[in-house]
């Protein structure tokens, strides 16, 4: 699933890339950096990330995640920083998993994190807790943030049994397809389904 998803990111970005490259000149990237591929060169590198991608539908190459590994860096130094914030990340972080002998427990800890920290920043705000910042950013009934807000404090306890794992990952399923609906944030959905695909065969 992950090279399918990969391959989603990296065809957005190939359909982007005339508009996202007027924003981030090569010449401002030169000037931070000192050297930068030329944005020809840059395109046919976002191609052989495709490539790559593909690749992976069949095979769990270690060559394979190292391209799209220093491909995803090499994005990231072209346009200052991430360009898709936690879903390069977590990008990043899926591949890495698949080069360590402790891949799964590495992913599934820094999956926890990402909404255990999420969650204990927003319920210390009482703009969260009561759902007014819920509703001015999605939408949505105010009740709904504070169980969505323990839902996030409380993901370590996924891990303590299969039916509890499926439980938080089929609310984490709406999670992001609620955001990815109303929020535009389509890559997160995927990425973390992605990562969600990784992990079930592991602890299930």
Known sequence: MLGLVLCLQTLE??????????????????????WFPSDQAFHALLWLRLAASLGLLWSLSPWLV????GITLLSA?????????????MTL???SSL??????????????LSYVVAGL??????????????????????????????WECSFPLAWSSPRLLWLYLA?????HLCNAKI??????????????????TNFS
């Open 66 to 69: 190292w391209i799209l590994i």
């Open 99 to 112: 080069l360590l002998p402790w891949g799964r427990i590495y992913l599934a800890v820094q999956l926890t």
């Open 171 to 175: 609310v984490g399923v709406c999670f």
């Open 77 to 89: 130094i072209r346009f200052g920083g991430s360009l898709n914030g936690g879903s390069d990340y």
């Open 13 to 34: 970005l190939i359909r982007i890339w005339p508009q996202v490259r007027k924003i981030w000149t090569l010449e401002l990237v030169r000037r931070q950096t000192g």
């Open 93 to 95: 972080v899926i591949l």
């Open 121 to 150: 920043v927003k319920i210390r705000l009482p703009e969260w807790r009561n759902g007014k910042t819920l509703t001015l950013l999605t939408g949505l009934p105010a009740f709904l943030s504070l169980p969505m807000l323990l």
């Open 183 to 200: 929020l535009g944030l389509n890559r997160f959905f995927w990425i973390w389904l992605a990562a969600y695909w990784r992990l079930i």
